[in-house]
């Protein structure tokens, strides 16, 4: 696959760890993906060899076919939101964001326009003269965004750039940089380790773990298909259930389930908790997956349910709509889901 | 405030009490009338402050001190600050060694580096001039400027130079429009510091001194050697009053360089 923003093969060990394991990676142009991983998998690292900040030990980076891979950050035409925002705090907001101007040579009228725009596109109007410590975090991270934007960088990299917001102001910021980043048709590499920022923000999502990509795919792609249990279990929350071979038949928590076997002595299988539904224990299932155990706890979370049932296996969650009617605690039920709601993954492949 | 809390703020005050009596003595004296020491002292007159004013050699050693002070500033800043900027930034081997090498003459006493550089000036016949005193000073404000000019240069906002970088700002550039700037207080009272820290140089001074270079300490200690009159006294609510200024001053600065930093 060619891209216009293309890693291949990059790698990069300090010391005896390796942060990044020959990652590769095609990102059209005008395409927003997300790198989503958890903490310390090497996101951040990826992000500064883009921007020159770190230098790969091998691989190489492109952007609109030309080799990049040992130019110099300040060379590189590259727009990058630090996770501090790393703001100067000795400039005003408008010398902030006119920083990459000024350093461009572009005339003092043009700058001061410039500034202007970018400061509307950011909603920050009228804030030209404070100073970044002037400002409350959600203003400061607009001010590193149009910092970014403002000198029509090639690609826009962000680093955990919403993880210092509180929960609405995320929601907020969000959309409106998804809805900048669509509306400049600009080429867009997030790093998050938050699932629904990725989900949400993204036309692709590439999963990094322990320094490697485990998938890249459509935020459905990742959720629906994933590659790896690492992806489902990462991605989403999962019931997993230890199923063991019977005769020719598979048994989960020692019942008999009407699915293929797929060839493995025992594995885990993979279930999404609103993808199960309770039935009373009598029931008949039909060719549905189904398991048999009790109400151990019911937790309220608003627009939904979780119910914990406890088997003999273990436990399980079911999440369901609000509103319903609930099973009381340490009443008898069945678990129940469709076989195509299955996600099975060779045994070890973590 | 409960008992312990008293009882400490006594102690404190009792110390500080202990520290400036002599200071206090030393201003009563200055506007002494009298003719010897005397304390107290039979009367009061700014007599002293005028014999001050008149004595030539307290005076020139006062030039020697100012052209000393001011020449150490300056090249200790010169060396200082790029030295520190290598080390906090650098990458290269050795800088371990090296930052622990710039720091070491802070732990030896003056005595020892006093005698060590007249041995090794007199030879290259350094000795009683105003390069061989800028010099042994500096053995004490270069690392000292160094130390502290690492310290502000490692502390700078976490990836402050590297959003500059990403901008489109060369290295130097960086360095003129972001690190140095951010490090502007540090650099202020590294000044001020090393001004005062040359002007009050004894030791080092002693051993390097002559006749045709002399320093105002070592001519006040020449004074007091063969004189017991009230006129150094005088001279001591002088420099008082010039060093509080100067820390004043660098208070101030620094304080407006670190607000318009932040
Ligand atoms: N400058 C560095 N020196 C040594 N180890 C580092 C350095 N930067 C990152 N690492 C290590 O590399 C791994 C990946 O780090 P990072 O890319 O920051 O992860 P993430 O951003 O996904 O949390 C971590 O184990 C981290 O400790
Ligand atoms: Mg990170």
Not at chain 1, 34 to 39: D, F, I, K
Request: glycine share 10%.
């Amino acid at each position: 696959m060619t891209g216009y923003l293309e890693l291949t093969g990059l790698h990069k060990r300090y010391g005896e760890s390796i942060a990044v394991h020959d990652v590769s990676l095609a990102i059209g142009k005008g395409e927003a993906v997300a790198l989503l991983g958890p903490s310390g998998c090497g996101k951040t690292t990826t992000l500064r060899m883009l921007a020159g900040l770190v230098d790969p030990d091998r691989g190489t980076i492109r952007v609109d076919g030309a080799d990049i891979t040992r130019l110099p950050a300040h060379r590189r035409n590259m727009g990058y939101v630090f996770q501090s925002y790393a703001l100067f705090p000795h400039l005003s907001v408008a010398r902030n964001i006119g920083f990459g101007l000024e350093e461009r040579g572009v005339a003092r009228g043009d700058i001061t326009r410039r500034v202007g725009d970018a400061l509307a596109l950011v909603h920050l109007a009228g804030l030209e003269r404070r100073r970044p410590r002037e400002l409350s975090g959600g203003q400061q991270q607009r001010v590193a965004l149009a910092r970014a934007l403002v000198v029509h960088p090639s690609v826009l990299l962000l680093d955990e750039s919403l993880s210092n917001l509180d929960a609405k102001l995320r929601d907020a910021m969000r959309h409106e940089i998804r809805s900048i980043q669509k509306s400049l048709d600009i080429t867009t590499l997030f790093v998050t380790h938050d699932q629904v920022e990725a989900l949400t923000m993204c036309d692709r999502i590439a999963v990094m773990h322990r320094g490697r990509i485990a998938q890249i795919g459509t935020p459905e792609d990742i959720y629906e298909r994933p590659a790896a249990r690492f992806v489902a279990e990462f991605v989403g929350r999962a019931n997993a259930l230890a199923a063991t071979r019977d005769g020719g038949g598979i048994r989960i928590w020692g019942a008999a389930q009407p699915m293929n076997d797929p060839g493995w002595p025992s594995f885990d299988i993979l279930i999404r908790p609103q993808r199960m539904r309770l039935l009373p224990s009598a029931e008949p299932t039909g060719d549905a997956m189904r398991v048999e155990g009790r109400v151990l706890r019911r937790a309220f979370v608003g627009d939904r349910v979780e119910v914990l049932v406890e088997g003999p296996g273990g436990q399980l969650t079911v999440e369901l709509p609000s509103g319903g009617t609930l099973p009381e605690e340490g009443t008898a039920i069945a678990v129940a889901w469709r076989p195509q709601d299955n996600l099975i993954f060779p045994p070890d492949a973590a | 405030m409960n008992g312990a809390g008293r009882g400490l703020s006594l102690l404190a005050g009792g110390v500080y009490a202990l520290i400036l009596a002599p200071v206090v003595v030393v201003v009563a004296l200055a506007f002494s009338a009298d003719n010897f020491i005397v304390f107290p002292p039979s009367g009061f007159s700014l007599r002293w402050f005028r014999a001050l004013a008149g004595n030539a050699p307290l005076l020139a050693a006062l030039g020697v001190s100012v052209q000393v002070a001011c020449a150490v500033t300056l090249l200790s800043l010169v060396i200082g600050v790029p030295a520190a900027l290598a080390l906090a930034k650098g990458r290269f081997r050795f800088r371990e060694a090296l930052t622990g090498f710039f720091l070491a003459p802070l732990l030896l006493p003056t005595l020892i580096t006093g005698l060590a550089l007249l041995l090794f000036f007199t030879r290259l016949r350094l000795t009683a001039t105003l390069p061989g005193l800028a010099l042994g000073h500096m053995t004490v404000t270069v690392p000292f400027v160094i130390r502290m000019m690492t310290t502000a240069f490692a502390t700078l906002p976490h990836d402050i130079e590297a959003a500059a970088a990403t901008l489109g700002a060369a290295p130097w550039r960086v360095l003129r429009r972001v690190t140095l700037p951010l490090a502007l207080p540090g650099v202020i009272a590294c000044a001020c510091l090393s001004f005062l820290l040359s002007f009050d140089e004894t030791v080092i001074s002693l051993f390097l001194s002559g006749p045709r270079a002399a320093t105002l300490p070592v001519e006040m200690v020449h004074y007091v050697e063969g004189r017991t009159d009230p006129l150094i006294a005088a001279l001591s609510v002088v420099l008082i009053i010039f060093t509080l200024i100067v820390v004043v001053a660098v208070e101030r600065l620094v304080g407006v360089a670190r607000a318009v930093s932040k």
